[in-house]
């Protein structure tokens, strides 16, 4: 069957043939690979700066964000079917007995940092054909759900901000009015946190570079969300339009404009990076300011990565009302689906889109170029 890898130790990405895994353990199951999308971590590991093939391999098979079919289950399996559609987790737990992040189902807290991620770190991705995984590691997916439900990987990313906001906002019991949220980015996860923060009654803006009239644009105003450009307006002019901000959901990966967004947070506020910078972004960053205000206006900086069982159950739940209440701003979050074989274009391919997606069924595969 055929995989896309990346080779670290000579710099090369490649279709690879490999064999069909069986299942042969307690707990695996077999799942047939339908689509896998693209994202900005992969890009960056086809660019050699992220990614660790498995011990004793030289290649990483690529992708994280899947969608399956479940074609067969070993012994102790009970949770999932034959036929099911699946998202499977990427982070896998450490093996360290005194993690208790990992002990307890929590990996994604995972506190040794030798934890296991698919298509990332130490395991291979799903851009391949065929792959065996554990029961445990596998959300079931509704029917209903099956074209979209690839995005459900990175909306876990917003929902885990959620849950840790849930918490974070008990702090404030007397709050009554309607919170404001800034949205920095409008790729996938952006505009995906975007809807889930319009969802939960947040007043929210999305603060991206390309002007209007573009693709994205159209999707956050759709939603009920504001769009504005930062070729159109400094983060400072926009700040004080705004008011009061609540809540910086940070998901473009640019330390410079975060940090000159930090600036801005407001009284009690919540920042929260989702996006890795580059090895090589470099900052240019007035500390005093920003250390006043986390102090004087009791504000909160925290950084989220990856994401843990409830969170991809929270994102099955949300995808769901966000088909339903917004179904072709959903539907066009995905701009492009390429066959295997047009990998290149997938994940080299100039930039335009919004999400792009592998589809490793051919006859699934329906062709879309990148929006410009």
Not at 117 to 135: A, N, P, S, Y
Not at 192 to 204: C, D, N, P, S
Not at 318 to 324: P, Y
Request: overall charge negative; some cysteine; aromatic content about 8%.
């Amino acid at each position: 069957m055929k995989a896309v890898a990346v080779f670290p130790g000579r710099r090369e990405v490649a279709a690879i043939d490999q064999p069909e895994p069986r299942v042969c353990a307690e707990g695996e199951v077999r799942l047939r690979m339908l689509e896998v999308g693209v994202c900005g971590t992969d890009k960056e590991i086809v660019s050699f700066h992220l990614g660790t093939p498995p011990p004793g391999c030289d290649y990483l098979i690529l992708g994280h964000e899947s969608l399956s079919a479940v074609e067969e289950t070993g012994p102790g399996v009970s949770r999932i079917r034959p036929g099911d559609l699946v998202v499977s987790a990427v982070r896998h737990p450490c093996a360290h007995a005194s993690c208790d992040a990992c002990r307890s189902g929590n990996q994604d807290f995972c506190k040794t940092g030798d934890y296991r991620e698919r298509g990332i770190k130490e395991l291979h991705g799903f851009m391949t054909g065929t792959v065996i995984d554990q029961e445990r590691h596998l959300h079931v997916i509704p029917p209903e759900l099956r074209e979209v439900a690839v995005l459900v990987e990175p909306l876990t990313i917003a929902e885990k901000v959620f849950l840790q906001l849930a918490e974070i906002q008990g702090r404030l019991p007397w709050r009554h009015e309607r919170p404001r949220a800034v949205v920095l980015g409008a790729g996938p996860v952006g505009l995906l946190g975007a809807m889930g923060l319009v969802q939960a009654g947040f007043e929210t803006w999305v603060y991206s570079r390309a002007r209007v009239p573009n693709p994205k644009a159209a999707i956050a105003v759709a939603i009920g969300a504001e769009y504005v450009s930062s070729e159109d307006q400094t983060f400072a002019r926009f700040a004080a339009r705004v008011g009061n901000i609540d809540l910086v959901y940070e998901a473009m990966g640019a330390p410079q404009l975060a940090f000159d967004a930090l600036k801005w947070l407001g009284f009690n506020g919540v920042f929260v990076f989702t996006g890795v910078p580059r090895a090589d972004a470099s900052v240019s960053f007035d500390t005093a300011p920003v250390v006043l205000n986390l102090v004087v206006k009791n504000q909160i900086v925290m950084g989220t990565v990856n994401a843990g069982s409830g969170a991809f159950d929270a994102a099955i739940r949300d995808l769901g009302a966000f088909l339903e209440r917004w179904p072709a701003a959903v539907r066009s979050l995905i701009t492009g689906r390429y066959p295997i074989d047009r990998f290149h274009e997938a994940i080299f391919g100039p930039p335009g889109g919004i999400k792009n997606v592998i589809v490793l069924e051919q006859e699934q595969a329906d062709f879309r170029p990148p929006l410009a």
